[in-house]
């Protein structure tokens, strides 16, 4: 009997890749999504690739109804997985209360649901900025949680808190938080990947796009941080290993009875990065050159921050492979597939 996973927010960058995943892994899934940030045509290309179309919900999940719906008409939902959030960092500060109320209502709405139906476990998707600026890097789950420089990052900080409370009540629930770096890359079919509506916010979708000719040219958020060439640096991990990772997540909480009712890791390559270093990647790997200038920094950034995955690869089994240039790849593929549209 396959077990029944609820992807919050599957039609999504991450969601979909991990639902791949978890169909591989032998999972039925149950997608529902509101189609605010992503389209329905994504369940096209998750099919091409396993050959099964999961079950889909159009529908929100800050609707308590709708999800009290769904899990009567999905009946033997085990584990879920939320994905379900606004994730823009700059919208997150002209736009707090649609942050607050979309994040937060959501996961909420899923807590309270999950011991009247069953579910044992939720996987939440979370993120290193709950980090802020690190005092040091490599950065590992002891590291202290910093004031959150955004709505975003402080939905995901106040999403941790509620989860571990809900916990200490007594839910008769588990959970799992899995700390993001910065995700990137596409699924090496080009079926699926990075959908970013209007102009893009993230590096790597703006640097494919201006490698298209969709955009003029790529500007360097800044060149004179204390970093060796001057330009910020990252933990940049592919979508596929961070998808296999709640795999791994998902089976770990489903089917190992004594572990912490709730855990949290760090999913990152333990590389840092830098803005220039991964354009030459992308030259490299493609042999695709990508206009760019140096231009001023951009609030709120930090630093420099990279993962130290100890914890992950120990406890959780769990280690990031892909070499970047082969992701570099595979986002440029997903690219030419998505502007031959
Ligand atoms: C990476 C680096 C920019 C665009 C945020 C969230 C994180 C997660 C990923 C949701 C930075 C530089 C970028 C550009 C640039 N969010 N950059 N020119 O800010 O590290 O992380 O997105 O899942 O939680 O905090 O990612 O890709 O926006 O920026 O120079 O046009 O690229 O300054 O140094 P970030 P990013």
């Not at 709708?66 to 700059?90: D, M, Q």
């Not at 993120?127 to 202290?144: F, H, K, L, M, R």
């Not at 916990?167 to 596409?186: E, H, M, Q, T, W």
């Not at 830098?274 to 630093?303: C, M, W, Y």
Request: charged residues 25%; aromatic residues 6%; glycine residues 8%.
């Amino acid at each position: 009997m396959k077990e029944k996973i609820l992807v919050t927010g599957g039609t999504g960058y991450i969601g979909s890749h991990t639902t791949v995943e978890l169909q591989k892994a032998g999972y039925e899934v149950v997608i529902i999504d509101n189609l605010s940030n992503s389209n329905e045509a994504v369940l096209d290309g998750i099919e091409a690739i396993t050959g099964v179309r999961p079950v889909f919900v159009k529908g929100d999940c800050t609707d308590l109804e709708t999800l009290k719906k769904l899990f009567k008409e999905n009946p033997g939902i085990k584990g879920i997985i939320n994905f379900a959030a606004s994730k823009a960092v700059g919208e997150s500060v002209q736009k707090p209360l649609l942050y607050y109320r979309n994040n937060l209502n959501t996961l909420i709405n899923l807590l309270e649901l999950m011991p009247e139906n069953g579910v044992e476990g939720i996987v939440f998707s979370s993120s290193c900025t709950v980090y802020g600026e690190p005092d040091q890097n490599p950065i590992d789950e002891t590291a202290p949680i910093k004031p959150a420089t955004s709505p975003y990052g402080n939905t995901k900080q106040i999403s941790e808190e509620i989860i571990e409370d809900y916990v200490k009540s007594g839910a008769p629930i588990k959970s799992i938080l899995l700390r993001y770096f910065n995700p990137i890359g596409a699924h090496p079919s080009a079926l699926i990947g990075e959908l970013p509506l209007g102009v893009p916010q993230n590096l790597v979708p703006y640097l494919t796009q201006t490698a298209a000719g969709i955009r003029k040219e790529l500007t360097v958020f800044g060149d004179d941080y204390n970093t060796p060439d001057g330009s910020c640096i990252r933990d940049y991990i592919d979508v596929v290993d961070l998808a296999k990772a709640h795999v791994i997540a998902m089976k770990r909480m489903l089917e190992n009875k004594d572990t912490a009712a709730v855990e949290v890791f760090n999913l990152g390559t333990g590389n840092g990065l830098s803005v220039l270093q991964l354009i030459n990647a992308f030259e490299e790997a493609t042999g695709v050159p990508v206009p760019h200038k140096i231009g001023e920094r951009r609030a709120g950034d930090i630093e420099k921050i990279w993962a130290d995955p100890k914890k992950a690869n120990e406890v959780l089994g769990w280690k990031a492979e892909a070499d970047i240039k082969d992701t570099m790849r595979n986002a440029w593929a997903w690219q030419c597939k998505v502007t031959e549209k």
